[in-house]
T-cell receptor, first 112, second 114 residues
C-alpha cells in the first residue's frame, strides 16, 4: 500500500540553526510533492511545491529537495526562529486532481 | 477575500444524531475537498468535488455524504453520527492546474460524538 513517512519525534533545535525535516514515500510515483505548515488549532498553510523533474526549490529561508530515486524529500529552514515552531506536513497528489495524501507531520520546536 | 470558511467551529453530537458541515470559498475554485484529522494520523481525504454538481469518494468516505449544489459551497453530512467520527474536519479548495497548485484550507470544525 502507499505510504508516506515523516519523522515521528519532535525536532528540537536552537534559534539560528538549520532545521531539516524528512519525508519518505513508498509505492508512489507522484508528479509533485507539497509541504504545509500547521499551527495548533488551525488549518494547514501551503509553503512549497516541487515537481518530479525539479531537484530543488527555494523560497526565502525555505528549501525543498526531491529525490525520486530515493523516494525522499528534505525540507530545510535556515536561520530558524522561534516563530518557525509548528508542525510541518508533507503531501503527495494521488490522482492529478490534487487529492492529497498527507504524512503525519513533524513537530519543530525552535528555542531561543 | 475570506478564503475558505467553515461552519460551525465546534459541535457536540450524540450517537445517532445527524448534522451538516458547511464549507464556503470565495476564490471561484473548481475543486473542493473534505479531510479529517485525528491524533497520530495524517489528514485523510473523505470526499472531494471537481466542479459544481460533482462529487467523488476519497480514502475514508464511509458514514459521510456530500453535496456541491453551488460552486462556492461544499457540504459534508453525517446521517447517523458514531463516536469513531469524533475528529477535526478540514475543508479545502484548489484552483486547478492553472493556479500555483496550493490548496487553501479552512480553519476546521472540531466535532465530538458522545
Amino acid at each position: 500500500s502507499q505510504k508516506i513517512e515523516q519523522n515521528s519525534e519532535a525536532l528540537n533545535i536552537q534559534e539560528g540553526k538549520t532545521a531539516t525535516l524528512t519525508c519518505n514515500y513508498t509505492n508512489y510515483s507522484p508528479a509533485y510533492l507539497q509541504w504545509y505548515r500547521q499551527d495548533p488549532g488551525r488549518g494547514p498553510v501551503f509553503l512549497l511545491l516541487i515537481r518530479e523533474n525539479e531537484k530543488e526549490k527555494r523560497k526565502e529561508r525555505l528549501k525543498v529537495t526531491f529525490d525520486t530515486t530515493l523516494k525522499q524529500s528534505l525540507f530545510h529552514i535556515t536561520a530558524s526562529q522561534p516563530a518557525d515552531s509548528a508542525t510541518y506536513l508533507c503531501a503527495l497528489d494521488r490522482s492529478g486532481y490534487s487529492t492529497l495524501t498527507f504524512g503525519k507531520g513533524t513537530m519543530l520546536l525552535v528555542s531561543p | 477575500n475570506a478564503g475558505v470558511t467553515q461552519t460551525p467551529k465546534f459541535r457536540v453530537l450524540k450517537t445517532g444524531q445527524s448534522m451538516t458541515l458547511l464549507c464556503a470559498q470565495d476564490m471561484n475554485h473548481e475543486y473542493m475537498y473534505w479531510y479529517r484529522q485525528d491524533p497520530g494520523m495524517g489528514l485523510r481525504l473523505i470526499h472531494y468535488s471537481v466542479g459544481e454538481g460533482t462529487t467523488a469518494k476519497g480514502e475514508v468516505p464511509d458514514g459521510y455524504n456530500v453535496s456541491r449544489l453551488k460552486k462556492q459551497n461544499f457540504l459534508l453530512g453525517l446521517e447517523s453520527a458514531a463516536p469513531s467520527q469524533t475528529s477535526v474536519y478540514f475543508c479545502a479548495s484548489w484552483g486547478g492546474m492553472s493556479s500555483y497548485n496550493e490548496q487553501f484550507f479552512g480553519p476546521g470544525t472540531r466535532l465530538t460524538v458522545l
